[in-house]
């Protein structure tokens, strides 16, 4: 079992351009979620899903959009890079509201 | 939304010494909580977690109490080693949009002398 697998692991961006992390499961897990990282923050939601078909915002959405492909598949998508979202962005995936599996993270810096 | 506050940010050990962190947490229907190591450079990985059914849970070296009635809950590792320095987050649930999450403490650094 893979678990919770993201791509891509490093990635630099210029201000204003955009990119889309993926990030796929095969726990047949039904939320996904996706959280960035900064020092000293913890980790902040950016946007979950707790099923196939629906996302909703956490604390940290603005400048960012889901897509929640299928079942397998949450990508987090950055429409105009902008430097204060360089950070390292988690994937999970979990049942509801319970324990959360981790991808191995993606660290994006926008220069 | 739900507040999880983690104490204190950082601590230091001396090996073999226990160390304690404590989390707090608003939302009086929360009935999950675990607890996640992170390693320099790696992702978060539960170590342990607990219901709200129950006061008290161990494996091995660490454990989990809780306490509903006063909204927190602490992980104690006993007899620590170097290769329990890392940061732990504590989590909890809240109901946010559509359905329940994890929301996540500050976490807390910790560092076992050797």
């Known amino acids: 079992n893979a678990g919770v697998t993201q791509t891509p692991k490093f990635q630099v961006l210029k201000t204003g351009q955009s990119m889309t992390l993926q990030c796929a499961q095969d726990m047949n897990h039904n939320s996904m979620y996706w959280y960035r990282q900064d020092p000293g923050m913890g980790l902040r939601l950016i946007y979950y899903?707790?099923?196939?078909?629906?996302?909703d915002k956490g604390e940290v959405p603005n400048g960012y959009n889901v897509s929640r492909l299928n079942k397998r598949e949450f990508s987090l998508r950055l429409e105009s890079a902008a430097p204060s979202q360089t950070s390292v962005y988690f994937c999970?995936?979990?049942?509801?509201?319970?324990?959360?599996?981790f991808g191995q993270g993606t660290r994006l810096t926008v220069v | 939304g739900e507040n999880v506050e983690q104490h204190p940010s950082t601590l230091s050990v001396q090996e073999g010494d226990s160390a304690v962190i404590k989390c707090t947490y608003s939302d009086s229907a929360s009935n999950y909580f675990p607890w996640y190591k992170q390693e320099l450079g790696k992702r978060p990985q539960l170590i342990i977690d607990i219901r709200s059914n129950v006061g008290e849970k161990k494996d091995q070296r660490i454990a989990v109490t809780l306490n509903k009635t006063a909204k927190h809950f602490s992980l104690h590792i006993t007899e620590t080693q170097p290769e329990d320095s890392a940061v732990y987050f504590c989590a909890a649930p809240y109901s946010s949009g559509s359905a329940r999450q994890l929301t996540f403490g500050s976490g807390t650094q910790l560092t076992v002398l050797p």
């Open positions: 999970a995936s979990g049942r509801a509201a319970t324990e959360a599996f």
């Open positions: 899903s707790a099923s196939e078909g629906t996302t």
